[in-house]
């Protein structure tokens, strides 16, 4: 799941741009090999970049992490069918 919003003002109150993704991640990881398969949500504020394309929903592929998490950073998927950059880093993992 990914979705995006612009940023508006609603009777008066402005609202930010942000951006949300849904990302299933597989079971077993070098860091715990017998985990189970498993939903994170990841939530940004101001994306500087979005880029979505349906080559981003075609199963498994490539997830590339830049920058640091609470700091300037991206997200790309698919060489680039899912592709994020946020200033001001991501919010902590939601299950």
Not at 8 to 14: D, F, L, P, R
């Amino acid at each position: 799941m990914a979705s995006w919003t612009v940023a508006h003002t609603t009777y008066g109150v402005e609202h930010p741009a942000g951006a949300r993704l849904q990302l299933a991640l597989p079971p077993g990881t070098e860091e715990a090999p017998a985990a189970a398969g498993r939903l994170r949500t990841v939530d940004c504020a101001g994306p500087e970049v979005f880029r979505l394309r349906t080559a981003a929903f075609r199963g498994p592929g490539p997830l590339v992490r830049s920058g640091q998490p609470a700091g300037a950073g991206g997200l790309d998927l698919h060489k680039g069918a899912l592709h994020v950059v946020t200033g001001d880093g991501w919010s902590p993992p939601l299950d």
